[in-house]
């Protein structure tokens, strides 16, 4: 199984995707940690941040408001969308038609 839906790149364009989705996470479910330091490959599920399947779906939600991205419950990919915060920034980086039109209407420099 490869390590990440995208190949990730250590650009900070990554850098601030994975920060700005690490906020969304811990907004989202109102954890008691810096958004800086859930690390970017630890799994969500389980010993990771041990998460629940009650806290994907607020995650999921939070995907959906923020970028437009549908992650539904029982899509095929969904283990290794959520498998950890890069997979999931990557998916979402992957998908930029979706939000990148508001993202740069913000202000924000686009992706190379």
Not at 13 to 29: I, K, Q
Not at 90 to 104: N, S, T
């Amino acid at each position: 199984m490869p390590e990440s839906i995208v190949p990730a790149s250590s650009t900070p364009a990554d850098a601030a995707l994975l920060l700005e989705v690490a906020e969304l996470v811990v907004s989202a479910l109102n954890l008691e940690v810096a958004a800086a330091d859930v690390q970017a490959d630890q799994p969500l599920y389980g010993d990771g941040l041990g998460l629940a399947s009650i806290d994907i779906l607020e995650i999921a939600l939070g995907v959906s408001k923020s970028y437009g991205l549908q992650l539904r419950d029982g899509q095929d990919d969904n283990h290794d969308i959520f498998h950890s915060l890069r997979r999931l920034s990557d998916h979402i980086h992957a998908h930029p038609r979706l939000w990148r039109a508001d993202w740069q209407h913000a202000g924000c420099r686009p992706y190379a």
